[in-house]
């Protein structure tokens, strides 16, 4: 009976064990490697929640990351390396995964699904180490990849170095092996004898891949056989097709060796009767006796031929009806994997099926939406139809406020709203540019302050009757005695000619003699008046060139007054100080009552109305 190693890492041969032995194979169960599951950090699990395409590379792979529970989406396309993968994702997470014909990386990279990631999200879930080439090729196909490694292939730490004596010893003809990971399990530190046998040994393999990594520990491609997967259907299919070369080989006890045996009776009892010979004297007697023991001879030696030639024909006929047993065993086993194989070619058919319904039913939603939203759209363009005229009419009023107005912020206001109104319409890109340009050079413009300035010239006028004259008062006259004064004595009319004489000249020569010395300007109360008056008509005239928006005369109000200011009053007097700071200040203000501001939105409104 041809014995099957299995060395699939524990819980994964039982199944493949068992179609073995229903096939009339000895299998036994040895697993080289085990199979430990890792936490990977959250980053790397982190990208399976806006996954666009999610890889298994194996059915481990599946099973540690359901084990994590972690947020994925399920909408996303999964991708397994074979069907017993796929069963498994269906389980654990309800997606139908993509299958390829060839289950290995090459055959994942030749599906067309996969022929165009640019931009993609795709994370590979896998386990430590393995094939680089499934991810790097996507790399190079421009997906955005993430991995993540959610378990590892160790060594068990049952295996012993004379664990190779052991198989030799339970005669084992082939090994199934699944991965290079087992490979350098099985090749690891053996004598140059356990070597020998080991390559001897017929190997059935999952791949290509692992066939190669085998030639490389020199074992002959005679005795390497290539499953069409590492499904355990794919392994039995493999094994059958080689069981004939691998049955035992057992030969019959033939005619000859029953003659001899049936011979060798009659020549030991010819050699007491050869012995007795030796006397002459009984030499008549031993002949007849010789003559009996040879006769019974003959006789015991046809009942024993007979016997055994019964049981030649017995045997044959059981070797016939064993041979016809593993034949037809034969035929159900092909029967059986024919039926499996039109089961794994119907699933596969309705998942294919499945699919293209659903890609159907999502093409035809994504339609539906689309002519649903332009619906949508050209209903709204035709229920809330945008006015040239109301467009227009706002453009004017703009003009209006800021040309007759000079109302900049009314004028910004006004575009505003026409920019709202036009954000509901679709072809208005320019025209709203052309606004907010102009909003931007409207809302840069400071407002003049007029209130504030306005208040400052007030402040500024009240103070006007504080200001200290740069003068010192008049002294009151003494009483003067009137020397021209007329005589009522005849005698003295000379002397009253001249007294005549200097009241004729006095009325037209004032002459006036003060104590003390004499300071210039001499100013009257009514002339001290008149000054502050003039000062405070040159600040009202500036209030209401302010009022008016007319800054020249504004300027120039303020220039004199504060010249008055500093002609006729004391510089080192406070409230002089507090005036002539207060004008100074004025005279700096920035009055530009009348920007040269052109609106660019007035052409594109006019363009866009025709």
Same mark, same amino acid.
């Given at each position: 009976m041809t014995h099957i190693l299995i060395t699939r890492p524990e819980g994964k041969g039982a199944a493949l064990a068992q179609q073995l032995e229903q096939a009339g194979y000895? !299998?036994?169960?040895?697993?080289?490697? =085990? &199979?430990?599951?890792?936490?990977?950090?959250?980053?790397?699990?982190?990208? %399976?929640?806006? !996954?666009?395409? &999610?890889?298994?590379?194996?059915?481990?792979?599946?099973?540690?990351?359901?084990?994590? =529970?972690?947020?994925?989406?399920?909408?996303a396309q999964f991708y397994a390396v074979g069907q017993q993968t796929a069963d498994i994702i269906y389980e654990q997470f309800g997606a139908r995964a993509a299958v390829p014909k060839q289950y290995d990386s090459e055959g994942?990279?030749?599906?067309?699904?996969?022929?165009?990631?640019?931009?993609?999200?795709?994370?590979?879930?896998?386990?430590?180490?393995?094939?680089?080439?499934? !991810? =790097?090729t996507l790399k190079e196909r421009g997906a955005f990849l993430n991995n993540c490694v959610v378990y590892k292939r160790e060594p068990t730490e049952s295996i012993t170095p004379n664990w190779t004596d052991h $198989?030799?010893?339970?005669?084992?003809?082939?090994?199934?092996?699944?991965?290079?990971?087992?490979?350098?399990?099985?090749?690891?530190?053996?004598?140059?004898h356990q070597l020998q046998w080991l390559q001897q040994?017929? @190997?059935?393999?999952?791949?290509?891949? &692992? !066939?190669?990594?085998?030639?490389?520990?020199q074992v002959s491609s005679a005795n390497i056989h290539i499953a069409a997967g590492a499904s355990d259907n794919a392994m039995f299919t493999c094994i059958n097709q080689q069981g004939s070369n691998m049955s035992e080989q057992s030969k019959p006890v033939t005619a000859e060796k029953a003659t001899s045996t049936i011979a060798n009776p009659a020549s030991a009892k010819q050699e007491p009767a050869a012995t007795k010979n030796t006397t002459e004297k009984n030499k008549q007697k031993v002949s007849k006796v010789a003559a009996l023991a040879l006769l019974i001879s003959l006789i015991v030696a046809s009942g024993v031929g007979y016997e055994f030639y019964q049981k030649l024909n017995a045997g044959k006929a059981q070797n016939l009806a064993v041979n016809e047993l593993s034949e037809q065993n034969k035929?159900?086993?092909?029967?059986?994997?024919?039926?499996?194989?039109?089961?794994?070619?119907?699933?596969?058919?309705?998942?294919?099926?499945?699919k293209k319904v659903a890609a159907t039913l999502s093409e035809s939603a994504a339609q539906n939406q689309q002519e649903l939203k332009a619906a949508l759209q050209k209903a709204q363009q035709q229920g809330s139809s945008l006015n040239p005229q109301e467009v227009t009419s706002l453009q004017r009023m703009a003009e209006f406020?800021? $040309?007759a107005e000079k109302d900049y912020q009314g004028t910004s206001a006004v575009l505003k709203r026409l920019d709202a109104l036009l954000s509901e319409h679709p072809g208005t890109v320019e025209v709203r540019q052309a606004i907010m340009q102009d909003i931007q050079t409207l809302d840069s413009l400071k407002p003049i302050a007029t209130e504030a300035i306005y208040l400052q010239l007030n402040s500024a006028l009240n103070s006007v009757d504080n200001l200290v004259f740069n003068a010192v008062n008049l002294p009151e006259e003494a009483a003067a005695i009137d020397e021209n004064a007329l005589s009522d004595d005849v005698s003295d009319w000379q002397q009253n000619l001249s007294n005549s004489w200097n009241k004729i000249v006095d009325s037209f020569i004032t002459i006036r003699q003060h104590e003390g010395v004499s300071i210039e300007p001499l100013l009257t109360d009514q002339e001290r008046h008149l000054i502050n008056q003039r000062i405070k008509l040159?600040?009202?005239q500036a209030q209401d060139a302010l009022m008016s928006k007319q800054a020249s005369i504004f300027f120039s109000a303020l220039s004199e007054a504060k010249r008055l200011v500093g002609e006729y009053f004391k510089q080192d007097d406070d409230a002089t100080k507090t005036? %002539?700071?207060?004008?100074?200040? %004025?005279?700096?203000?920035?009055?530009? @009552?009348?920007?040269?501001?052109? %609106?660019?939105?007035?052409? =594109?409104?006019k363009e866009w109305a025709q």
């Open positions: 000895q !299998a036994s169960l040895f697993p080289v490697l =085990k &199979i430990t599951h890792l936490t990977p950090y959250s980053t790397e699990l982190s990208p %399976l929640l806006n !996954a666009d395409k &999610i890889i298994f590379i194996s059915q481990d792979a599946v099973s540690a990351l359901s084990q994590l =529970k972690p947020d994925i989406n399920t909408k994942l990279l030749a599906l067309k699904s996969l022929a165009e990631v640019d931009g993609s999200n795709i994370v590979l879930v896998k386990g430590q180490g393995g094939r680089p080439e499934l !991810a =790097k $198989w030799k010893s339970q005669n084992v003809h082939g090994i199934v092996i699944t991965s290079n990971a087992a490979v350098d399990a099985i090749f690891k530190s053996l004598t140059a040994c017929r @190997f059935y393999v999952a791949s290509e891949r &692992i !066939a190669a990594y085998l030639k490389l520990q035929l159900l086993v092909q029967e059986l994997q024919a039926l499996k194989s039109a089961q794994s070619n119907l699933q596969q058919a309705l998942f294919n099926s499945e406020k800021l $040309w040159n600040i009202t005036v %002539l700071k207060a004008l100074s200040k %004025l005279e700096k203000e920035q009055l530009n @009552f009348n920007p040269k501001i052109t %609106l660019n939105s007035t052409q =594109k409104v």
